[in-house]
C-alpha cells in the first residue's frame, strides 16, 4: 500500500511566511529574500514528509497568501480593475497576487481588493475567484511548473496538487448578470490541459485534482459535467495518475456519478464519514480498477488517531480490492492543524498527559506512515509497539476525570426552552432602548478591537515571560484603553469598545479562562494570507469559574459618559474556532459554553453595561456541507446563541457580529436569534449580502460594514457614503447602523483612525441627507 499526503501547512513551524510576507509588504525584505524563505519552507515540509516513510509527497499545495487565488493566477482570472497594474506598473507576479488579495493604494491607484469567504466549514479564507460572460482564460502563472520541477530536482516523488476546474468555477461568482460561470467550462479546460501537458512533459506521473463541491448537494447537471471534463482529461492524458480529492463530508447523493469517473485513485475523508467506506464497497467498485485513497488521520483536528479503528477499515478494504489498490493518507490537507506537536514543551499550558493524546501536522504524517506499515503481513516490532502505545493513549483518554463534571451537565438538563426568549418582542425593546440609549440615526460604532500595536503584544510576552508584573501589565493595558477611548470620543464615533488590548485572540482569550480548555504555544494554523491563529483545544466539560471581561469594561465605562460596549465572543464561534473533543457531540459542548457566556452577559448587566455585543462570525461556517443535515446543527446553534443572550432586560442592547458568510439559506435563523443588532461584512461584496435580508424584510437593526478591514487600503468618505446609499435602497434608514466590516486588530493606527475618522464624516453627512422618521 502506498502512503500519500494531501497537503502540508505552509506557514513554516514557526511562522517563517507570515513574517518574511509581512516584512516584505512593509519594505524591509526583497521579493529575493521572500522567496528563500518560501523556498526553505517548502523544502522543510517535503524532507519531513519523505523522512517519515511518504510515498508521494504534494507540491503545490504551498501559497503565499491562498491556492484558490493561486489558481485564478495560474488560469488568468485576473479581475479588469488590476490590468493596469500588470500593463503599466509592469508588477511581478508576487505583486499582483497580493494587490489582487489585499487591495493596492498607491501611486495614484486605489484599487480594492477581491472577495474572501470560508473555506467550506473550516476558518481558513479563500479569494472568491471574479467572473465575466464569456471569459478568456490564459496560462499567465507557472507557480505549478516551477515547484514540481523544484521538487524533482531535490529528488522527491512529487505530486503536484491542483484545485479541480469545477469546483474553481463554483467556488466563485459572477461578476456580471445573464450567464452561469459554469457556462465558462469550456474556455477554462484548455488552460488546465495546457498546465497538465506541462507536468506530463516534466515526467509527473500522480496528479491530485481537489474537487471539494463533490462534498456538496449537486444538480444533476453538475454532475453530468464532472462526467464530461475528467472524460475529456482522461482522453488527452491516458498516462496520468488522477487522485481525486473530495473532503469534510461523503459523497453521498454523488457517489453515482463519482464512480463513474475515469480517475486512477479515488480519496475518502474517512475521519468525517468513516461510513462511506462500506457503501463504496458494496458498490460496482469491486470489478472496476479504480483505487482508494483511505483519508484515515483527521486533518481537521488534533487528536490522536485511533489505530485500532483505522486497521479495522483498512483490512475491510484490503479484503474487498486488495492492498495494491489501496493508498492511506490524512483526511484533507493538514493545512487546518498546526505544525508540530514536539514544539510544545510548556507543562502548565498542555501537561504531557493531555499532550499524549494528541497529533498535529508532522505527527499525523508519521501515523500514516505506521498505518501503511501495520498493515503489512508481518508488522516490525517497533511498529507493534507503536500500536501499543496509541491504545494505552486513547483509553487514558476515555477514562481521564479530566473530562466529565456532573454538574455542568446538570445545569444544562435543567435549563427550560421558555427560558431562550428576551422578555419583550424586538419592536418594543427597540422604543426602549432608543429612549435609554438616545442614539442619533446611522449610528457609528466599531466591531470591537482595535490595533494590536507591537508594543501592546510585547507586554503581553513580557507579563508571560515574568518580565513585568501584574500591576505594571495592567497599568500599560488602562493608559492604552484610555488612549482608545479619548481618541474615539475625541472623533465622534457613538458607541465605544474599549479596544481589547487585553486579549490575544478572541476565541483564545475566553478559552483561556474557562475549565475545560487547554493551550498550545506554537499551535499556529493559518486563517488567511498572512493571519494565523492558535486554536485552544476543548479537552473536557466547559464551566466559567470567574467574570472574564467585566474588569477592563467597567474601567473603560467609567472614563467616558458615552456607551462603551461589552464584547464577548458568542458559543458557537469558540466552538468552532477551538479544536473540540471528539467523545461528545458539539452540541453539548457548546450548551456548555453558552452557560458560562449566559453568565458573563449577567455580570457586564448588572455593571450597567447597557450594551452588548455576542459576536458569532462562525454561524454559517459551522453549518454542515449538505442541506439535508442543516436543521439539527442550526435548531442548536441558535438555541445556544440564546441561552447566552437572553437572560437580559429589554433596555439592555445585544449586538452580534457576523462576517464572510452567505446568509440566503439560512435568513430565518438568523433572525430567529433576535439580536437588536446585527453587524456583517459588506463592503467587499459591495453590499450584495443585504439583498437577502431585504428580500426576506428582516425586522431588527443591522450594520452593513462600510469598509474592509482585511485590505491596508483606507476607503474615502464617498465610498461609505456610496455603500449606505446602496444598503438604504434596501434596508430602512432607520434600521442601519454604520460600522467596518470586523474588528480592527490586525490594522495599524494610521489607517485605522483615518478610515474611522472618514466613516464618522460619512455618518454625520447620511444623517443631514435623510428624512428621519417621524416614529422609529
Known amino acids: 500500500m502506498l502512503t500519500h499526503n494531501l497537503g502540508y501547512p505552509r506557514i513554516g513551524s514557526h511562522r517563517e511566511l507570515k513574517k518574511a510576507n509581512e516584512q516584505y509588504w512593509a519594505g524591509k525584505i526583497s521579493a529575493i529574500e521572500l522567496e528563500q524563505t518560501a523556498k526553505s519552507i517548502r523544502l522543510q515540509n517535503w524532507q519531513l514528509q519523505q523522512n517519515a516513510g511518504i510515498d508521494i509527497i504534494p507540491c503545490n499545495d504551498f501559497s503565499y497568501y491562498d491556492h484558490v487565488l493561486d489558481t485564478s493566477l495560474m488560469v488568468g482570472a485576473i479581475p479588469e480593475r488590476f490590468h493596469s497594474l500588470m500593463e503599466k506598473k509592469q508588477l511581478r507576479d508576487i505583486d499582483l497576487l497580493f494587490a489582487m488579495a489585499r487591495g493596492y493604494q498607491k501611486d495614484d491607484y486605489d484599487i480594492t481588493a477581491m472577495e474572501m469567504t470560508k473555506w467550506f466549514d473550516t476558518n481558513y479564507h479563500f479569494i472568491v475567484p471574479e467572473f465575466v460572460a464569456n471569459q478568456k482564460f490564459c496560462f499567465f502563472s507557472k507557480k505549478i511548473i516551477h515547484e514540481f520541477r523544484e521538487a524533482k530536482r531535490e529528488g522527491f516523488n512529487a505530486k503536484p496538487v491542483l484545485l479541480g476546474p469545477i469546483s474553481y468555477l463554483l467556488l466563485g461568482k459572477e461578476k456580471q448578470e445573464g450567464f452561469h460561470r459554469l457556462e465558462l467550462i469550456n474556455n477554462l479546460l484548455p488552460v488546465y490541459f495546457e498546465v497538465l501537458k506541462n507536468l506530463d512533459d516534466a515526467n509527473a506521473h500522480y496528479i491530485q485534482f481537489d474537487e471539494p463541491c463533490l462534498s456538496l448537494n449537486l444538480t444533476e447537471a453538475e454532475r453530468k459535467l464532472f462526467i464530461k471534463v475528467y472524460s475529456d482529461i482522461k482522453k488527452a492524458f491516458p498516462g496520468l495518475h488522477i487522485i481525486l480529492a473530495a473532503y469534510f463530508e461523503c459523497y453521498g447523493d454523488n457517489l453515482e456519478t463519482v464512480l463513474q469517473l475515469p480517475v486512477q485513485t479515488l480519496h475518502l475523508d474517512l475521519a468525517r464519514c468513516p461510513l462511506q467506506l462500506e457503501d463504496i464497497l458494496q458498490t460496482s467498485i469491486r470489478q472496476s480498477k479504480m483505487s482508494l485513497s483511505l483519508g484515515l488521520t483527521d486533518g481537521r483536528n488534533i ?180 488612549s482608545s477611548i479619548r481618541w474615539q470620543e475625541e472623533s465622534g464615533i457613538d458607541v465605544l469598545v474599549h479596544g481589547e488590548f487585553e486579549r490575544n485572540d478572541m476565541v483564545e482569550y475566553f478559552g483561556e479562562q474557562l475549565d475545560g480548555f487547554v493551550f498550545t504555544k506554537n499551535g499556529w494554523v493559518q486563517s488567511y494570507g498572512s493571519r494565523c491563529v492558535k486554536p485552544p483545544i476543548i479537552v473536557g466539560d466547559v464551566e466559567r469559574k470567574h467574570p472574564m471581561t467585566l474588569y477592563y469594561t467597567k474601567f473603560a465605562q467609567s472614563l467616558t459618559k458615552k456607551l462603551v460596549k461589552g464584547m464577548l465572543t458568542g458559543p458557537v464561534t469558540i466552538l468552532q474556532w477551538s479544536f473540540v473533543r471528539n467523545d461528545q457531540p458539539h452540541a453539548e459542548t457548546c450548551m456548555q459554553i453558552a452557560f458560562a457566556i449566559r453568565d458573563e452577559v449577567a455580570d457586564l448587566e448588572n455593571a450597567n453595561i447597557k450594551i452588548l455585543q455576542i459576536d458569532e462570525p462562525a454561524l454559517r461556517e459551522g453549518l454542515p456541507l449538505r442541506k439535508e443535515n442543516w436543521r439539527n446543527y442550526l435548531d442548536w446553534a441558535v438555541k445556544a446563541f440564546k441561552i447566552s443572550a437572553s437572560g437580559v432586560k429589554d433596555e439592555t442592547q445585544v449586538h452580534t457580529h457576523m462576517c464572510y458568510s452567505e446568509f440566503n439559506d439560512i435568513i430565518e435563523d438568523i433572525a430567529a436569534m433576535d439580536a437588536d443588532v446585527i453587524t456583517i461584512e459588506t463592503s467587499r461584496s459591495q ?90
Not at 356 to 363: I, L, S
Not at 423 to 440: D, G, M, V, Y
Not at 737 to 760: I, Q, S, Y
Request: glycine share 2%; aromatic share 6%.
Open 687 to 776: 453590499m450584495e449580502l443585504l439583498d437577502v435580508f431585504a428580500a426576506f424584510k428582516y425586522p431588527n437593526d443591522i450594520g452593513p460594514g462600510v469598509y474592509d478591514i482585511h485590505s491596508p487600503r483606507v476607503p474615502s468618505k464617498e465610498e461609505m457614503i456610496d455603500l449606505i446609499h446602496k444598503a438604504s435602497k434596501v434596508i430602512p434608514a432607520k434600521q442601519l447602523w454604520v460600522n467596518p466590516d470586523c474588528g480592527l486588530k490586525t490594522r495599524a493606527w494610521p489607517e485605522t483612525k483615518a478610515a474611522l475618522e472618514a466613516m464618522v464624516d460619512a455618518a454625520k453627512i447620511l444623517r443631514k441627507e435623510a428624512v428621519i422618521p417621524a416614529e422609529v
Open 303 to 482: 487528536w490522536k488517531n485511533d489505530f485500532t479503528n483505522s486497521l479495522l477499515l483498512i483490512a475491510k478494504a484490503k479484503e474487498a480490492i486488495g492492498a495494491d489498490r489501496i493508498m492511506i493518507a490524512p483526511s484533507c490537507s493538514l493545512l487546518h492543524v498546526p505544525c508540530d506537536l514536539d514544539l510544545e514543551t510548556d507543562e502548565k499550558n498542555l501537561p504531557s498527559t493531555i499532550k499524549n493524546w494528541m497529533a498535529f501536522a508532522k505527527q499525523k504524517i508519521d501515523e500514516v506512515a505506521t498505518l501503511a506499515a501495520l498493515s503489512e503481513e508481518n508488522p516490525s516490532t517497533e511498529n507493534l509497539r507503536k500500536l501499543t502505545d496509541n491504545k494505552k493513549a486513547i483509553d487514558e483518554k476515555k477514562q481521564s476525570a479530566l473530562i466529565h463534571k456532573q454538574k455542568i451537565q446538570d445545569r444544562i438538563k435543567k435549563f427550560s426552552d421558555k427560558d431562550l426568549n428576551r422578555q419583550s418582542p424586538f419592536s418594543k425593546r427597540k422604543a426602549i432602548q432608543q429612549k435609554q440609549l438616545n442614539l442619533p440615526l446611522f449610528p457609528t460604532t466599531t466591531i470591537g478591537s482595535f490595533p494590536q500595536t507591537k508594543e501592546v503584544r510585547g507586554w503581553r510576552a513580557k507579563l508571560k515571560k515574568g518580565e513585568i508584573a501584574n500591576e505594571e501589565y495592567d497599568s500599560l493595558v488602562k493608559k492604552e484603553i484610555e
